[in-house]
């Protein structure tokens, strides 16, 4: 396929065709030549001549940490899926094929950074501290989270796609307000999720705006699944997401996102540029989506079984397995361990949720502000009388 020539104003040659703005787009399926990796599908390390210092000090025990997050953070996601199949949750929002973009990068964060997730980080709150009890409220419908989103420095999961992006952007305007930046050792950042899809949004764009022109240190993390529910990227974008960021005038990097040494390795740099006061930075995890949108969600009317063949092939967890086997002679007692600790996670989630008890009515009003409000204090005594009325009637039924 021919590379789309210069556009030159008032001259419709110069505009790429379909084919040409498809295959740069996807770039079959190789994600192109700016596409950063340090781990290929056949587990080989490769080297970068500007991402290998980011992973210079991963040891083995370290490798060996990072395969356990993605396994356990695999069998945590199958188990909710399978949770709402047997009618436990609601709804569940799987993330197969996704957690080594995501545990790649949270595994970068610093205690001191600022995470806004969207509602399928569920890696990135296993390396925030989240136990995945904590997640099952949300998708259960009887809690939006009871983890302390303050201590853990992880924001509740938001709905609304692509609304996190405002509130981060305001979030890292006030570190930079604050002189929380300056400092590649003690300054901090914040970095936001989103997926492909969300690009399509408002609030997203908008986040782009006021994070470049307040320099705000804010690391705009997208993972490009591919799909936005049933729409195609080519159907959203007629650029690749990660130079969508030059229009903000922000460097723009796109990262294999089943490559988990290369998520750590491209988030830690951008982390250390917004820490250092250098603004903001989009990186796009280029991944794939490997079950449906969420469980509403039936992805075989859409997309081909080819397709998903191909990026089986890519799995981000089978890479760091091979790569452990092959090149540090890791036995096979360590992943028998794993999987059975994964599976002893699964088991723990199925309990939990079955015996999950209902929240009182009051539960409602908690974490709305940071400071008590007069008016939440009154609406929560009106409704808890109001709720109170009915006791005797549930009593006589």
Known sequence: MEEPQ????????????????????????????????????????????????????????????????????????????????HGELGIWVPLLGQEAAQVGSGRALRPSDMCFPSYREHGVAWTRGVDPTELLGIFRGTDHGSWDFAARRFHPYTIVIGNQCLNAAGYAMGQRFE??????????????YFGDGATSQGDVHEGFVWAAAYDAPLVFFCQNNQWAISVPLERQTRVPLYQRARGYGFPGVRVDGNDVLACLAVTRWALDEC???????LIEAFTYRMDSHTTSDDATRYRLADEVELWKLKDPIERVRVHLA?????????????????????????????????PGPERMFSEVYADASPQVDAQRAEYLAYHASFAGEEEQA
């Open 275 to 281: 820490r250092t006061g250098n603004g903001p930075v």
């Open 179 to 192: 002189s929380k930046v300056g400092d590649r050792e003690t300054g901090e950042a914040t970095i936001c």
């Open 6 to 85: 210069a556009w030159v104003p008032g001259d419709p040659r110069s505009r790429p065709s379909r084919d040409q703005v498809v295959a740069g787009l996807k770039g079959v399926d190789e994600g192109g030549v700016e596409l950063v990796q340090l781990l290929t599908p056949e587990g080989e390390r490769v080297h970068h001549e500007h991402f290998d210092r980011y992973t210079a000090d991963v040891t083995l025990d370290d490798l060996k940490s990072l395969y356990r997050d993605l396994v356990l953070v695999r069998r945590a996601d199958r188990e909710g899926n399978s949770l709402q199949r």
């Open 326 to 358: 092959r090149r540090h002679g890791v036995e096979q007692e360590f992943f028998e361990a794993v999987d059975a600790e994964a599976n002893e996670l699964g088991e723990r989630l199925r309990a939990f949720c079955r015996a999950m008890p209902q």
